[in-house]
């Protein structure tokens, strides 16, 4: 397989960025980090896998960038109106569950600042997808592909292709109590009896007993673990049957308490190791440390971090809000 090597690319408010290395994306920078001599690019799925995250739809010819005006970092009152804006069945519109900002430190948005470039078979490649937060963490994508309608009509996604070095990398953003919400589509699945072998959303596997942590999908279940040899939480029922799904994630980084909700409702909860996650100095989406192991085949739509517990009603209108534009 042919190793894509990603330069630094001009966006939106960015100047000219500098190259990053294994400690991170320096903020403001959309550079490539360096990866070790002798890490395998784009190794092919184990023979027997499951196929495919969900939507086969057409692409279009490779643009430059998404939503090229958005302002990067801006409020989101507005960007966050939704794909059409209106309501549902008569309900409120998309523009009038607007989530709340205090705490976000990092957003991503698959309508807004994704950054491609048409690959050989003709498809958009994903260079870059830009933190909508205002924490300048933008991701960087690697053998990565924009859908434009991936969930849909108007409904894009950003789509790894459970490969060995399909994924997309950033800082890790260092929270301790956190609320994650991901909304992703996937018919991938492969079965680890420990987390680190596991399907990773979002997260990162520091070797040893490092404060570590990641959200994964292991056999379709949802778990969510820190510094733990197995699965310190892994859910009864599974997401992998090719819907959209709104997954949220809550932990009090005190108690190690972790509630794992899937489309506005309790999906599982449990206790994991406690304190701040700061190793390692990356995370990904769809992948782990050892990007063969985290591998996932999913589309995603939309990434949000709170570095704080969002209360109940913040988080019910982070969720609806979510179920609003993606999904309803």
Partial sequence: MRRFVL?????LALGSACAA???GLAAGDVGVPVRDAGELDGAARDAGEAEDAGS???????GVERDAGH???????GDDGGVDGGGVDGGPSCASLVPTRTGLVLHYDARFGVTT????DGRPRVLSWLDQSGQLNHGVGRDVVYEPEGLGVGRPSVRTQGLDESHVELRNPNVDDFTIFVVMRTSYRRNAGNWYDSPCILGG???GDQPDAALVLSDGKLG??????GHAIRSGGRVDDGRTRVIAARRDGASGDVVIRVDGADFESGTSTTGRIEQPSNWWIAAHGDHARGRLDASFAEVRVY?????DAELAVVEAHLQCVWID
């Fill in 56 to 62: 086969d739809v057409p692409f279009d010819d490779g």
């Fill in 224 to 229: 969510f673990t820190r510094q733990e040899s």
């Fill in 117 to 120: 470039e048409e690959a050989e």
């Fill in 307 to 311: 570095d704080r517990q969002l209360s």
């Fill in 7 to 11: 330069l630094t690319v001009s966006m």
């Fill in 205 to 207: 596997d520091a070797s």
């Fill in 21 to 23: 290395d294994r400690t």
């Fill in 71 to 77: 302002d990067d970092g801006g409020d989101d009152g």
